[in-house]
């Protein structure tokens, strides 16, 4: 989806998350290859929006009224209010909400493997929505 064909607010969560996802995929590769000296912070806080963004496209999609949140446990449960299901374990994503606000001004412990598992959750859930929303 390019930016200018974005007809309503499911679609910019989308294209939001997707440019998120983006990001945190190439700090990670370039932080891999020793291409640039970055805080693993940077790259969870752009998964933490991802997942965020995610959420919100969904809920926007099925017209459910959202709060200004950062807080993916409280979207999670919004979801399951309206019973929207997913197909992998939604509330391991929970655990990235730290990343919103305090992982950009605290150091935060964190791993490689975490980012790498995070990726890849966030891949599969990303074209789920995509399949969605353009479906």
């Known amino acids: 989806m390019k930016k200018s064909e974005i007809s309503n607010s499911a679609e910019m969560f989308l294209y939001k998350s997707t440019v998120d996802f983006n990001t945190a995929n ?18 969870m806080f752009h998964l933490q929006q991802t997942a965020e963004k995610l959420l919100k ?48 001004y605290a150091i935060m412990h964190d791993d490689l493997s975490d980012v790498d598992k995070y990726i890849k959750i966030l891949d599969n859930f990303l074209e789920s929505v995509k399949t969605i929303i353009s479906g």
């Not at 370039?30 to 000296?37: D, I, L, R, W």
């Not at 809920?59 to 019973?83: A, M, P, V």
């Open 26 to 43: 190439f700090l990670f590769e370039s932080f891999e290859q020793g291409k640039v000296e970055i805080d693993l912070e940077i790259i």
């Open 57 to 104: 496209s969904i809920l926007s999609y099925k017209k459910i009224r959202i709060q200004k949140t950062h807080d993916i446990s409280q979207l999670i449960g919004l979801c399951s209010e309206y019973n929207i299901t997913f197909n992998f374990d939604i509330h391991s994503l929970a655990n990235l909400t730290d990343f919103a606000v305090d992982g950009r």
